[in-house]
């Protein structure tokens, strides 16, 4: 009794799709079935994916950068940084001071968002956002070294910062290129599922 009703259901569904049939033989433009992985969750996935990679290899940058000016300016050893007993705290290591550095420069590129989906791959505004969290991270601290008098070789800060903006950048750029040829063959791209649906059916247009 079951599979007789199965059968009634085919054949009915089967002259409804007959009935819907052009003239011309080719059937209407149907609403496009959503392919695995396409979910709306699934479309921000790879800009979040994106977004981490610029964010661990931001850190290797800085990291590599503020370091090695480090050993380069001051050499291996303990140097300590002199604070002027500010809030009762002795010398600084300026491996902390490093350490801190990185941190903050790190999280000022993800505070103004230049490593947002809305910036990357297209325009300068993702180049003018790296460079304009970095220099306004060295301006304040620069003042606020000033104003508790804490003595930071400007040596140190003044190869930092150019040397750390550039790298930056160039890393930025290259992660843009892999973003563009990747675009190119219809991946990292939220507007690539829509954009064969809309060819689909021009296909079906008189």
């Known amino acids: ?26 059937r209407p433009p149907t609403a496009p079935i959503p392919l695995p992985g396409a979910t709306k969750h699934s479309a921000f996935d790879w800009r979040k994916r994106y977004a981490r990679n610029l964010w661990l290899t931001d850190l290797l940058v800085l990291i590599w950068v503020v370091c090695g000016t480090q050993i380069v300016w001051l050499g291996f050893g303990d140097v300590p940084l002199s604070t002027d007993n500010f809030f009762g705290l002795s010398n600084v290591s300026y491996w902390l001071f490093s350490a801190a550095l990185i ?5 000022s590129l993800g505070l103004i968002d230049s490593r947002s989906h809305r910036v990357i791959g297209t325009g300068t505004t993702e180049y003018v956002r790296v ?18 008098r804490i003595d930071i070789a ?51 247009r008189p």
């Open 131 to 148: 460079t304009r969290a970095s220099f306004s991270l060295f301006g304040a601290i620069a003042i606020v070294a000033f104003l508790t």
């Open 1 to 26: 009794m079951t599979s007789t009703k199965r059968i009634d259901a085919t054949t009915t569904s089967q002259l409804q799709e007959a009935t819907i049939t052009s003239a011309d033989g080719s």
């Open 154 to 204: 400007r040596g140190y800060l003044l190869i930092s910062l150019p040397i750390g903006v550039i790298l930056l950048v160039y890393v930025r750029w290259l992660w843009r290129q892999w973003l563009v040829s990747n675009r190119r063959v219809g991946t990292y791209s939220a507007r690539a599922l829509f954009g064969r649906f809309r060819d689909r059916d021009r296909q079906y």
């Open 103 to 107: 941190i903050l420069w790190t999280w």
